[in-house]
């Protein structure tokens, strides 16, 4: 999508236009100065307002923003589910996706499990093109809740099959264990190569170690790792070859499939981009305030690449927010600031080496910076239930050295430890200062639908 003079003539003539003629109720606002050619809709997992400020100390200093909050229009929002005050992923991506409350767990479908269309399904009727990026496994709730429709948000086998169904034109991020069969290291038991079903519908498909050409292909499915993409702190460790791609490298990837002509002069198509810092919740489970910043500080480099494509389109709408909080962070004056900075694994990574890698108090304490991990703190992270449970024992037990404090008590059953306070909205382009205010999940989808003049999606 180049923004071409003529496009900017009509823009501006449109916005004369929409100021001579009194608005019309409720009407489409078709084709005004509030009508996006492209939506920019970024998630950041579990990254409530804590996890916000929280990171910004840790990542740019006392004093200093990230990237994401020069975008110029800020709100909030709430986030309840149908089933709970406190919204799981897959409720919250449904709420944001399709405009409706449903229980936790459900992805794409209402609380009494009828499934319902998502705002990427109508820009898909409309002839937008649709992309989804997200440092998770692409089946993972969030991405899945723009194209899938399960009761069940760990039913990722389903989900796979379910992107193959709507057909984005592009998603990247990680997960290939649910698109392959066992003979080729998946976790299929039905025997189905989801992947080459994909390339027999027209799709590249990129995984780790592919080079990527340029200008990329029409039509791009990258799943660049079996599982997540591996976490920030523990990915810096690794030799260059064997490092997942960064959040930002995939937002410009997908930018440039999706702005890509692909019908010589006359694809001028508008988009749906969804982009996904996903797992800042997931350090949050498992209580890493370092792990937690690295992953947001990723997500702020995202923005900085969406924020420099708006400058170049500026008919592009970008709304931010995140699903929920998660872990009980707190922004407390206990904090050991340089302490946090030091921390050079992820938690889980640390209980993993800890519980089958047979480390001990030595590597703790290297990787942590302290001196005084000993040997029944090792004795509890390797008689935690599993790795994440090892982890967020690491985290307590780290967290008081840090004085960084997380939510005592976790929910097994729902949302392993989500929080449900509003979370900030940041927005900017077009039609952004519809989005200030106190907000609810579900007016995101229709919000969008509004500027566009399109009907709710449902
Ligand atoms: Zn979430």
């Given at each position: ?33 509030e ?14 307002i ?12 006392k004093?200093k923003?990230f990237v ?8 909030l ?52 093109k649709?992309?989804?990026v ?22 990722e ?21 649910f ?13 189905r190569?989801?992947?080459e079903?994909?390339r027999?519908?027209?799709?590249a ?6 080079a ?27 030799p ?89 962070l ?29 480390a ?35 985290g ?29 909205v ?31 999606p449902?």
């Amino acid at each position: 999508m180049r923004h071409r003079p003529f496009a900017l003539l009509l823009s501006v003539v449109a916005l004369v236009a929409c100021v001579a003629v009194a608005p019309s109720g409720a009407g489409a606002p078709q084709a005004s100065a509030e009508r996006p050619h492209a939506v920019i809709f970024m998630i950041g997992d579990g990254f409530g307002i804590s996890q916000l400020a929280f990171s910004r100390n840790v990542v740019v200093g006392k004093g200093k923003r990230f990237v994401l909050e020069s975008l110029p229009v800020v709100g909030l929002m709430t986030t309840w589910s149908a089933s709970n005050a406190v919204t799981d992923s897959g409720a919250a991506a449904t709420a944001m996706g399709a405009g409706v409350k449903t229980d936790n767990k459900h992805i794409g479908m209402d609380a009494a499990g009828k499934p319902v269309s998502t705002f990427a399904d109508r820009a898909k009727e409309q002839g937008w093109k649709l992309g989804y990026v997200t440092t998770t496994r692409i089946t993972h709730a969030t991405p899945a809740a723009c194209y899938g429709h399960v009761i069940n948000r760990d039913d990722e086998w389903t989900i796979a099959e379910q992107i193959l169904v709507q057909r984005p034109d592009v998603a990247l991020g990680g997960g290939a264990a649910f698109f392959l069969p066992a003979a080729k290291q998946g976790k299929r038991t039905d025997g189905r190569d989801l992947l080459e079903e994909a390339r027999k519908l027209g799709y590249a498909v990129w995984q780790r170690g592919d080079a990527w050409t340029s200008p990329p292909p029409d039509r791009l499915l990258g799943v660049f790792a079996n599982d997540h993409l591996a976490y920030k702190l523990d990915d810096a460790r690794l030799p260059p070859e064997r490092r997942d791609p960064p959040l930002d490298k995939l937002t410009s990837l997908a930018l440039d499939v999706l702005t890509k002509r692909t019908d010589g002069a006359k694809d001028d198509r508008g988009f749906y981009l969804m982009i996904e810092g996903g797992r800042i919740d997931h350090a949050c489970h498992e209580h890493d305030a370092a792990g937690c910043a690295a992953e947001a500080a990723d997500f702020d480099r995202a923005v900085a690449v969406v924020l420099e494509f708006q400058k170049k389109h500026p008919d592009t709408l970008v709304v931010l927010t995140a699903d929920h909080a998660t872990g009980g962070l707190a922004m407390n004056d206990t904090v050991d600031w340089d302490a946090v900075k030091r921390q050079k694994c992820s938690l889980l990574w640390l209980s993993g080496q800890v519980r089958s890698g047979g480390a001990g108090a030595a590597l703790i304490n290297e990787m942590t910076g302290y001196t005084d991990f000993g040997d029944e703190d090792v004795k509890v992270v390797r008689d935690a239930v599993d790795d994440y449970q090892g982890a967020r024992e690491l985290g307590h037990r780290l967290g008081r050295r840090q004085g960084v404090t997380w939510v005592p008590r976790i929910n097994f059953q729902d949302t392993f430890g989500h929080t449900g306070e509003d979370v900030a909205v940041f927005a900017g382009g077009p039609g952004s200062s519809h989005f200030a205010g106190e907000i609810d999940n579900t007016d995101i989808p229709r919000l969008f639908c509004k500027l566009l003049g399109w009907h709710d999606p449902n």
